[in-house]
């Protein structure tokens, strides 16, 4: 059962992407600290379903919503279920994002537009949504003036250590996050007065689907310990976890910061040695 002093007892979150790998497991892990946790997927119902069992099934409490984040009304939809069920909203981590890789010089415009769409303006389509709930339930509650002491939202982007990290065959992705980190600063700045909270993860090498490839062969996964000096790949909940901290009120002087969770990728370890 879920302590009833847990960090996010009570409050709504709206977790995008949450049908497999980080976004999975932030749903999980907040709705083991307390949170209604809204598990949205695009596509892939049944694992959706398994994320929302999950939940249930340790005493939690969620709802399953279909969205695909790239289009406006199915994001308008997202929400308006999410305040049908459970009347407010606290906490948006958006989270959903994809990969479609090529190299640039063959990459196509549907495969660099999919990518924009989905992990950038899907990013800005469910932030300002979620912005302008927060800025309504605040104003319904005559406290829009900014002097409450705590955050009346908290947005979470997740991007990625490649908002900083070039990466050629991945130029789309690459652009993507590169630009959620200028998003997220922007809206950040914009939306302090109001006492909405906006931050980003940037996960490294984490063991999810999408790189399975990469940590299930041994001679790979020996390389990709290479570029860590922490020499171990990242789990889901290492992510959670840092998501779950920049969402609750511990964190509440936090805002515009990008935290990486990458065992220190973003080091320049081949300079360890002195290059």
């Given at each position: 059962?879920i302590?009833?002093?847990?960090?996010f007892?009570?409050?709504v979150v709206i977790?995008?992407?949450?049908?497999?790998?980080?976004?999975?497991?932030?749903a999980?892990?907040?709705a083991g600290?307390?949170?209604?946790v809204v598990v949205n997927?695009?596509t892939n119902q049944?694992?959706?379903?398994?994320t929302?069992?999950?939940?249930?099934?340790s005493?939690?409490?969620?709802?399953?919503?279909?969205?695909?984040?790239?289009?406006?009304?199915?994001v308008?939809r997202l929400?308006a279920?999410?305040?049908?069920?459970?009347?407010?909203?606290?906490?948006?981590?958006?989270?959903?994002?994809?990969?479609?890789?090529?190299?640039?010089?063959e990459?196509t415009?549907?495969?660099?537009q999919?990518?924009?769409?989905?992990?950038?303006t899907?990013?800005?389509?469910?932030?300002?949504?979620?912005?302008r709930?927060f800025?309504a339930?605040?104003k319904k509650?005559?406290?829009?003036?900014g002097?409450?002491?705590?955050?009346i939202g908290k947005?979470?982007l997740?991007s990625?250590?490649?908002d900083?990290i070039?990466?050629?065959?991945?130029?789309?992705?690459?652009a993507?996050?590169?630009?959620?980190?200028m998003?997220?600063?922007s809206i950040?700045?914009?939306?302090a007065?109001y006492?909405i909270?906006?931050?980003?993860v940037?996960?490294g090498?984490?063991?999810t689907?999408?790189n399975?490839e990469?940590?299930?062969?041994?001679e790979k996964?020996?390389g990709l310990l290479?570029?860590?000096p922490?020499?171990?790949i990242?789990?889901?909940?290492?992510v959670?976890k840092?998501v779950?901290?920049?969402?609750?009120?511990?964190s509440?002087y936090?805002?515009?910061e990008?935290l990486?969770?990458?065992?220190?990728?973003t080091?320049?370890p081949?300079f360890?040695?002195?290059?």
């Amino acid at each position: 059962m879920i302590p009833t002093d847990a960090k996010f007892n009570g409050q709504v979150v709206i977790v995008t992407g949450a049908s497999s790998g980080i976004g999975r497991a932030c749903a999980i892990h907040l709705a083991g600290l307390g949170a209604k946790v809204v598990v949205n997927y695009s596509t892939n119902q049944e694992e959706g379903q398994k994320t929302l069992d999950t939940i249930k099934n340790s005493g939690g409490a969620g709802l399953l919503v279909q969205a695909d984040v790239s289009k406006e009304d199915d994001v308008a939809r997202l929400f308006a279920r999410t305040i049908e069920v459970f009347g407010r909203l606290d906490v948006l981590v958006s989270n959903a994002g994809l990969q479609q890789d090529a190299t640039f010089l063959e990459m196509t415009l549907a495969q660099w537009q999919k990518v924009i769409d989905v992990n950038l303006t899907g990013q800005f389509l469910c932030c300002r949504q979620a912005a302008r709930q927060f800025v309504a339930q605040s104003k319904k509650n005559n406290d829009s003036s900014g002097s409450q002491p705590l955050s009346i939202g908290k947005i979470v982007l997740m991007s990625s250590v490649h908002d900083v990290i070039p990466w050629a065959g991945h130029v789309n992705y690459a652009a993507s996050k590169g630009g959620i980190m200028m998003f997220m600063r922007s809206i950040s700045q914009e939306l302090a007065p109001y006492k909405i909270r906006v931050n980003s993860v940037s996960p490294g090498a984490i063991k999810t689907s999408i790189n399975k490839e990469v940590w299930s062969d041994p001679e790979k996964y020996k390389g990709l310990l290479e570029l860590i000096p922490y020499r171990r790949i990242g789990t889901p909940e290492d992510v959670a976890k840092a998501v779950a901290w920049l969402a609750c009120d511990d964190s509440d002087y936090v805002n515009g910061e990008t935290l990486y969770i990458d065992g220190g990728m973003t080091l320049y370890p081949e300079f360890a040695d002195n290059g």
